[in-house]
T-cell receptor, first 116, second 116 residues
Framework: AQKVTQAQTEISVVEKEDVTLDCVYETRDTTYYLFWYKQPPSGELVFLIRRNSFDEQNEISGRYSWNFQKSTSSFNFTITASQVVDSAVYFCALGIYGGATNKLIFGTGTLLAVQP | KAGVTQTPRYLIKTRGQQVTLSCSPISGHRSVSWYQQTPGQGLQFLFEYFSETQRNKGNFPGRFSGRQFSNSRSEMNVSTLELGDSALYLC???????????????FGNGTRLTVT
């Protein structure tokens, strides 16, 4: 079975603090993709990053960084020097591409509130 | 390049009625997926279409159906609406083929359906 767990339901930080959002996944597939999406109040899911199961390199993009560890089945997301505009719900997702499908399994999301 | 467009943004229907939601993918994208988002169940995969064919279907009753047209635009239909169908319905598109098969899903703003 495939599953994504985001144990943190809500996180509240003060602007300029660093914050890490946790994501743990389960799958028996050897080939899979992991994603992070951001959902602001407008409702649209905004794509942030995709990693495939063969690439464990960590990635940094501006204030965002991602730590992918297959040994612990985790794909954590860190925002450095958080800003009020970072307030949103963040979803981690597992992409399964067995055969001809393009399906994402989402975690329950983490609501991040950045206070000024 | 225009993003994924979903219409209408809001809908209010009565139990027992049916509803049709529309999605126009990003130009050049041939895969369209639909997701249901509710506070209780989170984001759940409904179905995916590619070249007018349904490639995969989630665990939803037969009241939920969809189709894709030759221009890749897609519609989903829910018949005999129930109160529990109240949700944000998100459409996503991707290239969906070849070595770029696993291109990220790009989501629209969603249609918020309220069933009374």
């Amino acid at each position: 079975a495939q599953k994504v767990t985001q144990a943190q339901t809500e996180i509240s930080v003060v602007e300029k603090e660093d914050v890490t959002l946790d994501c743990v996944y389960e799958t028996r597939d050897t080939t899979y993709y992991l994603f992070w999406y951001k959902q602001p109040p407008s409702g649209e899911l905004v794509f942030l990053i995709r990693r495939n199961s063969f690439d464990e390199q960590n990635e940094i993009s501006g204030r965002y960084s991602w730590n992918f560890q297959k040994s612990t089945s985790s794909f954590n997301f860190t925002i450095t020097a958080s800003q009020v505009v970072d307030s949103a719900v963040y979803f981690c997702a597992l992409g399964i591409y067995g055969g001809a499908t393009n399906k994402l399994i989402f975690g329950t999301g983490t609501l991040l509130a950045v206070q000024p | 390049k225009a993003g994924v467009t979903q219409t209408p943004r809001y809908l209010i229907k009565t139990r027992g009625q049916q509803v049709t939601l529309s999605c126009s993918p990003i130009s050049g994208h041939r895969s369209v997926s639909w997701y249901q988002q509710t506070p209780g169940q989170g984001l759940q995969f409904l179905f995916e279409y590619f070249s007018e064919t349904q490639r995969n279907k989630g665990n939803f009753p037969g009241r939920f159906s969809g189709r894709q047209f030759s221009n890749s635009r897609s519609e989903m239909n829910v018949s005999t609406l129930e109160l529990g169908d109240s949700a944000l319905y998100l459409c996503a598109s991707s290239l969906g083929q070849g070595e770029i098969y696993n291109s990220p899903l790009h989501f629209g703003n969603g249609t918020r359906l309220t069933v009374t």
